[in-house]
């Protein structure tokens, strides 16, 4: 892992149409690093780095995304994309998953719910269904 970030700042706002807030919550969706690009004149351009974001809070300020109800049942407890940490929990019981780190974990691995298709890697499944496939890098 080169470095870590952290998340941007988020807060929820009860706000409504033609709000001098909502109009300040608007103007202020912009994140530090398009800012800087922004203020000293650099075009921004698309780049292979990728981010994950690990996260690392409690489970009672965790923040949640919730899934598109086609996807939640009726019957559904959870309604939340499961997060990075409920991933690495549930990752497959084999010794070599248990060796590793909650980082080393995503740094290894890359896991996802969709079929990674044909690879000469090997393909795990984890407890949640998702795949779990080694990184070639």
Do not use: W
């Amino acid at each position: 892992m080169k470095y870590i970030t952290k998340r941007e700042p988020s807060h929820v706002f009860n706000i409504s149409e033609n709000d001098a807030l909502r109009e300040h919550v608007i103007a202020q969706r912009i994140s530090s690093m398009e800012l800087m690009f922004l203020l000293l004149g650099h075009q921004i351009c698309s780049s292979s780095a990728t981010v994950k974001f690990l996260t690392t809070e409690p489970p009672p300020t965790r923040s949640c995304a919730i899934l598109p109800i086609y996807m939640i049942d009726e019957d559904d407890d959870n309604p939340y994309y499961d997060d990075t940490i409920m991933k690495y929990m549930s990752h497959t019981q084999l010794s070599k998953f248990d060796q590793l780190t909650y980082p080393q974990y995503y740094e290894s691995y890359s896991i996802t719910p969709s079929s990674p298709g044909t690879t000469p890697r090997q393909i795990y499944r984890d407890a949640l269904n998702n795949y779990v496939v080694k990184r070639s890098k």
